[in-house]
C-alpha cells in the first residue's frame, strides 16, 4: 500500500491537540512497546545475559571447572601481558578481523554490482552458487579446504604444478608466513555468498529513476555507481563491516579445525587460545576457565567497538 | 492516489478481535509458555539416575575403533545383568568430547564411565574420578602392563586403567623401500638417515609424519629422551616438573640435538608441521612416502583407507635405536584408558560392567574385532591382526609419550621448531621451558 | 531494504528501467559474465570435490584420479543406516523450525518496537541485547550449561531449543530493526491516528512490509541453527536426541575418517538448507522489486 504525501499532511492536520487522546495514545504506544519486547529480553537475560555476567566473573577468578572458582582479582588480565601466546593472538586476532572485514565487504559489493547487470538468469545461477559455500558450517569448510591445502595431496599444489606455476606451492597450512592469509581466502569463500546477497538486495532496492535522472545529467556508469548505488547502501555497508568485525573478533571454528591455532601459534587468535585453555586436548591437564574467560571478555570489548563503528558510520549515512 | 484508501483498510482492521489488551495477554503468555515448557522439560529430565530399579551407566569416550563393535558387549552384558543399562556415546574426536565432559564435570554430574584423557591424574586428586586400587583391587591391576598402569598413578592411587595402548614404530612398504635401493630394516637412525637419502634420490619422502598439533610431535620427541638416558622413568618426572627436572636438563637437549639430526637429514616429508594424523597417513598409502611414523591404530585405519594390494605388502619396522645393540625404546602409553566417576551413585554398576568389559574372552575378542591393542597381558596373547601383533611384541620396550603434567603439552609447539628448523636445540629448550611454565599459571 | 523509502512521484514500470540499463552495457557484459563464471567455479570446487567423494570407494579418495572410476552409492546408504540420518535428520528439521519460528515471531516484534515505537530506557535495553554478539560462543559453554542445569533444562530437547532462541534472536531482531526503521514513521502515525491498536499497526500494516527482511531472517536462521553443533553436543546427552550435525561429525576419527560416508552424510544434510534458500530466496527478491516499483 502507498499513501501520498497529501494524505499524510491531512491526517497529521486531524491530530490531537488535546491531552487526554494524545496521552491515551503515547500509553498505549509505551505498553505496546515493553509488551513487544519482553519475550525477547526475558529469554535474554536468562540465558545470555546471566551466563554473561557469570563469565566476566570467571575472568577474575582461577577456576578448572569443579569445586569452587578461587578468586584471584585482576591476576588473569595482568598475566596477559607477559604472556607471549597472548601478545601473537592478539596480533592475529586484530590482523584477521579487519583484513577480513576489508575483503567481505568490498569483493560482494562488486559481486553484487556485477550480478546486477548481467542478464537475470545468470544473475540466478551465480547468485545461488555463491551462496551455497555460505550453507556449509565453517568446521566442514575447514575439513574441505585443508586437504586442498595439503602440501603433498592437496589439490592446490597439484593444480599448481599441473598448469606450470609449481613455484608458487607453499606449505600453506604450516607456513608462518602463510597460513594466516591461507585461512583468509577459506573465510572469504564461505562469507561473500551472504554478504553479497544482502549488498544485491540493497542494489535491487534502488529506484530506477534516480539511475535514468543521473544518466539525464550526463553521467557515466562508474559516476552512476558512486553517486547513485552507494549513498543508498550506506546503512547496509555499516552493518556488514561491523558484523564482519564482529565475527573476526569471534573467530574460533575455522581456524581451529584447520590448524588448532598453530603451527606454533601462528595462527593462534583469540577465539582459538580461550578455546584451548578451557578445553582443549592440547592445552594440558588443567582447564583454565578463569583465564580464557578474561580473553573472552577482551573479545566482547573489541566486539563493542565494532558495534560503535556501526552506529557512527549509520548515523553519517542517515544525515 | 485515492485518499479514501486508508481509512476503508482502517476500517477493516479496527474491526478484529485483536486489541491492545489481548497483546500484554499475548507476550505473558508466551512468556508462561516458556516456563511451562521448563517445568515439562524438569519433569522429563534424568541423566544419569535411575528409572524403574534400573542402574543406568553412561560411558562417554572418543574411541571410535569400537563404535562397531561395543554394542554387542553391552548388550550381552545387558541380558546377564538386567538392572543395569549402558548408554554408549562415541564422540568423534577429543575436542568434540572434551568440552561436553568439562560442562558435566562442572554441574557435578560426572558420566560414569569416561574416559579420561590427560586428565586422568588431575582429576583423581580432584575426587572426581575413583581411585580404582581400592576399587577393582590390586590383582585385577596385575594383567595390565605396567607402564600403562604407572602412568595413572600418582600418590600410590591409580586413577584410570589402559583400554587401547598404542605402540609406536615405523610402517614401510617394502616394494619402495627396494625400488630405492635400501637393504633390510635401518636399526639405527643413522642407518635411517642413509636411507632416507636413497629415498629422496627416487622423488619419494622417506618418512611421513604428523607434527599437527604440537603433541603429534611430542609422539616422536619424546620416547627420544629415553632413548638417550636409557631410563623410562626420566620423562615422568620431567612431566611432573619435579625438582632437578627441566627441559634444560642434558637429556632434554641432548634427545633435540637427536631429533634436529634427524630433520637435517631429511628423513621426513616437507611441511610437517602442517600435515595432520590422518593426512600423514595418506601420503604413506597413496605412495608419496616409503615410511610411516605411527601408533597401532594404524592397521585398521589402512584396512579402511588404502588400496588391498596395499595393506596386503606393508611392514613395520621397530623405531631405530640410537646406537647398534641399543634397545629400541618405543612410545607405547595407553591414551585411550577408562575412568570410573567417584561421586556417581551408580557406580558400583559402572564397577561391575568395567570388570565385564576386562573379562576373559570378552576384553580379547572386543579388541581383536577392533583392530586395537589391548592393555592387559592376556589379551595381547590372542591378538589375531597380524601387524598389532607385531607391536604388541615391543610392549617391553615401551616408554613415555604422553604429557599428563599440568601444562607439559605446551612443549610440544615449541618443538615444532626443529621439524621447521627455525630455532636450534639450545634454543628450543629453552622455549620449551617457558612454554610449560606460562601454561601452568 | 534501504530504498523503500518515500518517493512521491510514480515510478517508471520496471521494464522501461530494465531497457534503460540493457542499453547502457552492451559490451562489458560478456566480460562481466566471464568474471563472475570463473568466481562460481572457484566457488563450487571444493563443493564438486564433496560430491565426487561421497560417490567413490573409500581406498580411492587421495591417490585416485580426480573422476571416480567406479561409482556407487553405498556411502549414502551407509550414512544413512550407520548414523540412524532419518531419527536426527528428524530431530534436526523439528528443532531448527521450532528455533526459526521463535525467532521470528520474537525478533520481529522487538525489532518493529525498537525501530517505530517510543518508550523510556528504549537505547538501554537495545544496547543489552546487542552484548549477546559480542561474546565468543564457547566462552558461554559452562555458563550456559549450568544455567540450564539449574533451570532442569539439561539433557532434553526443549532445552536446546530455548537456549538456540535465546541466543540467535538478539541478531535477528537487529536485522528486523534495520528493515523497518526504512519504513516511513508516518505510516504508524497516520494508523494510530485512524485508531488502530499497536498491535494491528505491526501485525496488518508493517510486518507484510518487511517480507524481504523476514525472508533474510528465516535463510539466515535456519542456516544457523541447522549448522550448530558444539552446544548440541554438550547439552544434550541422549544420543537418540541429537540433531544431525554432531552425529555427522562423530564420523570424523582423530586418525582416520570414513571420508566417503562423511561426505554422503553432508550432502544429504545441506538439501533441505538449499531448499529453503531457494524457496526463501524468491520471496525475498519478489519482496524487492516489488517495494521498488511501487515506490
Not at chain 1, 185 to 206: E, K, R
Not at chain 1, 243 to 260: C, E, Q, R, S
Not at chain 3, 86 to 100: D, Q
Not at chain 3, 143 to 171: C, D, E, H, I, M
Request: glycine share 8%.
Amino acid at each position: 500500500m502507498s499513501t501520498s504525501s497529501s494524505t499524510l499532511r491531512a491526517g497529521i492536520r486531524q491530530a490531537p491537540r488535546s491531552g487526554a487522546r494524545l496521552w491515551k495514545l503515547q500509553r498505549s504506544e509505551r505498553l505496546a512497546g515493553y509488551g513487544f519486547i519482553v519475550p525477547i529480553t526475558v529469554l535474554f537475560v536468562l540465558f545470555v545475559g546471566w551466563p554473561i555476567v557469570f563469565a566476566i566473573y570467571l575472568s577474575f577468578t582461577r577456576w578448572s571447572g569443579f569445586g569452587a572458582p578461587n578468586v584471584i582479582g585482576l591476576d588473569n588480565y595482568t598475566r596477559m601481558f607477559s604472556d607471549p601466546v597472548a601478545a601473537t593472538a592478539f596480533g592475529n586476532t586484530l590482523l584477521f578481523a579487519i583484513v577480513t572485514t576489508v575483503l567481505q565487504t568490498v569483493i560482494p559489493l562488486i559481486i553484487a554490482v556485477l550480478l546486477s547487470n548481467v542478464w537475470r538468469g545468470l544473475s540466478v545461477v551465480v547468485r545461488t552458487i555463491l551462496f551455497i559455500p555460505g550453507i556449509i558450517s565453517f568446521v566442514v569448510s575447514g575439513v574441505l579446504w585443508k586437504l586442498i591445502y595439503d602440501p603433498n595431496l592437496g589439490t592446490l599444489n597439484n593444480l599448481l604444478k599441473a598448469i606450470g606455476l609449481g613455484a608458487l606451492q607453499q606449505h600453506w597450512l604450516s607456513d608462518p608466513a602463510v597460513v594466516l592469509p591461507s585461512i583468509i581466502v577459506v573465510s572469504l569463500w564461505g562469507a561473500v555468498g551472504m554478504n553479497m546477497l544482502i549488498f544485491f538486495a540493497g542494489i535491487q532496492g534502488v529506484d530506477p529513476t534516480y539511475y535514468e535522472a543521473a544518466q539525464v545529467d550526463g553521467a557515466n556508469r562508474l559516476q552512476q555507481f558512486w553517486y547513485v548505488t552507494m549513498p543508498s547502501l550506506r546503512v547496509v555497508t555499516a552493518i556488514v563491516i561491523s558484523l564482519n568485525l564482529m565475527n573476526g573478533f569471534k573467530v574460533f571454528d575455522l581456524i581451529y579445525v584447520m590448524t588448532a591455532g598453530g603451527p606454533n601459534h601462528a595462527s593462534e587468535v583469540f577465539g582459538t587460545y580461550l578455546y584451548s585453555l578451557a578445553f582443549g586436548s592440547t592445552a594440558g591437564s588443567i582447564p583454565q576457565l578463569g583465564y580464557g574467560s578474561a580473553f573472552s571478555v577482551i573479545v566482547m570489548l573489541l566486539c563493542g567497538v565494532a558495534v560503535l563503528v556501526q552506529i557512527v558510520l549509520s548515523r553519517r549515512a542517515s544525515r | 492516489m485515492p485518499s479514501n484508501r486508508g481509512s476503508s483498510f482502517f476500517a477493516s482492521a479496527a474491526g478484529t478481535p485483536i486489541t491492545r489488551r489481548g497483546l500484554l495477554k499475548a507476550s505473558g503468555a508466551g512468556a508462561a509458555a516458556i516456563g511451562l515448557s521448563s517445568l515439562l522439560a524438569a519433569c522429563s529430565t534424568g541423566g544419569g539416575s535411575s528409572s524403574g530399579g534400573k542402574a543406568t551407566v553412561r560411558m562417554w569416550t572418543w574411541y571410535t575403533e569400537i563404535k562397531d563393535t561395543l554394542p554387542k558387549v553391552i548388550s550381552d552384558f545387558e541380558s546377564k545383568h538386567p538392572n543395569i543399562k549402558i548408554e554408549n556415546r562415541i564422540f568423534g574426536t577429543p575436542d568434540q568430547y572434551l568440552p561436553a565432559l568439562t560442562a558435566a564435570v562442572s554441574g557435578g554430574d560426572v558420566p560414569e564411565i569416561f574416559a579420561p584423557h590427560v586428565r586422568a591424574i588431575t582429576y583423581g586428586e580432584q575426587g572426581i574420578s575413583a581411585d580404582l586400587k581400592k576399587d577393582l583391587g590390586s590383582d585385577f591391576l596385575k594383567g595390565f602392563f605396567k607402564s600403562t598402569n604407572d602412568e595413572y598413578t600418582k600418590g600410590g592411587k591409580q586413577y584410570a586403567v589402559g583400554f587401547e595402548a598404542q605402540t609406536f614404530g615405523i610402517f614401510y612398504d617394502p616394494d619402495l623401500l627396494a625400488k630405492a635401493g635400501v637393504d633390510g630394516e635401518p636399526e639405527t637412525w643413522d642407518d635411517l638417515i642413509e636411507a632416507a637419502a636413497k629415498i629422496n634420490a627416487i622423488g619419494k619422502s622417506a618418512v611421513s609424519i604428523s607434527c599437527n598439533p604440537g603433541t603429534s610431535a611430542l609422539d616422536f620427541f619424546l620416547p627420544l629422551i629415553t632413548q638417550v638416558t636409557d631410563d623410562p622413568t626420566w620423562y615422568l618426572k620431567l612431566d611432573q616438573l619435579e625438582k632437578g627436572y627441566s627441559y634444560t636438563s642434558k637429556p632434554v637437549v641432548q634427545a633435540l640435538e637427536l631429533n634436529d639430526k634427524i630433520v637435517k637429514g631429511k628423513v621426513f616429508q616437507p611441511g610437517t608441521t602442517g600435515t595432520s594424523g590422518d593426512q600423514s597417513q595418506q601420503l604413506f598409502y597413496t605412495g608419496g612416502a616409503a615410511m610411516f611414523f605411527a601408533g597401532s591404530w594404524t592397521p585398521s585405519g589402512l584396512i579402511t583407507n588404502a588400496s588391498p594390494d596395499f595393506v596386503k605388502r606393508y611392514k613395520i619396522m621397530k623405531t631405530p635405536a640410537i646406537k647398534s645393540g641399543a634397545r629400541h625404546w618405543t612410545a607405547d602409553q595407553a591414551g585411550a584408558g577408562l575412568a570410573v566417576s567417584e561421586t556417581s551413585k551408580n557406580k558400583d554398576a559402572a564397577l561391575t560392567f568395567l570388570k565385564y568389559l576386562y573379562s576373559e574372552g570378552v576384553y580379547s575378542n572386543l579388541m581383536n574385532a577392533s583392530n586395537a591393542m589391548p592393555s592387559t597381558q592376556a589379551a595381547v596373547e590372542q591378538i589375531t591382526e597380524p601387524h598389532v601383533k607385531q607391536m604388541a611384541g615391543w610392549l617391553t620396550d615401551g616408554c613415555p609419550h604422553i604429557p599428563f603434567g599440568s601444562g607439559s603439552s605446551a612443549a610440544g609447539d615449541p618443538l615444532q621448531k626443529i621439524f621447521d628448523q627455525t630455532a636450534t636445540p639450545a634454543e628450543v629448550a629453552k622455549q620449551m621451558q617457558s612454554a610449560v611454565e606460562n601454561a601452568r599459571g | 531494504m534501504t530504498a523503500l523509502l518515500s518517493r512521491a512521484e510514480p515510478a517508471s514500470s520496471a521494464v522501461g528501467a530494465k531497457a534503460v540499463r540493457r542499453r547502457r552495457f552492451p559490451v562489458g557484459r560478456s566480460f562481466v559474465a566471464f568474471i563472475l563464471l570463473a568466481v562460481a567455479a572457484f566457488t563450487i570446487f571444493p563443493l564438486i570435490w564433496l560430491v565426487l567423494t561421497s560417490i567413490r570407494p573409500a581406498n580411492t579418495v587421495f591417490g585416485g584420479s580426480i573422476w571416480p572410476t567406479s561409482v556407487s552409492l553405498d556411502a549414502y546408504a551407509k550414512a544413512w543406516s550407520s548414523t540412524d540420518f532419518g531419527l536426527h535428520f528428524a530431530n534436526s528439521l523439528w528443532i531448527t523450525l521450532a528455533t526459526v519460528l521463535g525467532v521470528v515471531v520474537f525478533a520481529s516484534l522487538a525489532g518493529y518496537a525498537f525501530a517505530k515505537l517510543r518508550f523510556p530506557f528504549k537505547n538501554v535495553i537495545y544496547v543489552m541485547l546487542l552484548a549477546t554478539l559480542m561474546m565468543p560462543s564457547t566462552s558461554l559453554i559452562i555458563p550456559l550449561y549450568l544455567q540450564l542445569k539449574s533451570f532442569g533444562l539439561l539433557n532434553s530437547q526443549v532445552g536446546l531449543l530455548v537456549l538456540y532462541v535465546s541466543s540467535s534472536a538478539p541478531f535477528s531482531m537487529f536485522l528486523m530493526r534495520a528493515f523497518f526503521e526504512t519504513l516511513p514513521d508516518e505510516l504508524v502515525q497516520a494508523a494510530r491516528i485512524d485508531g488502530a491498536g499497536e498491535f494491528q499497526i505491526f501485525w496488518r500494516i508493517v510486518l507484510p512490509l518487511a517480507r524481504p527482511g523476514l525472508a533474510t531472517v528465516i535463510i539466515f536462521q535456519f542456516l544457523q541453527t541447522w549448522n550448530e553443533f558444539i552446544y548440541a553436543n554438550t547439552v544434550l546427552q541422549n544420543t537418540e536426541e541429537l540433531p544431525l550435525q554432531p552425529v555427522l561429525f562423530g564420523l570424523v576419527g582423530q586418525y582416520q575418517t570414513d571420508w566417503p560416508t562423511l561426505c554422503a552424510g553432508l550432502t544429504m544434510s545441506i538439501v533441505p538448507v538449499v531448499l529453503v534458500y531457494v524457496w526463501m530466496q524468491r520471496q525475498f527478491v519478489a519482496g524487492m522489486t516489488l517495494g521498488a516499483v511501487k515506490n
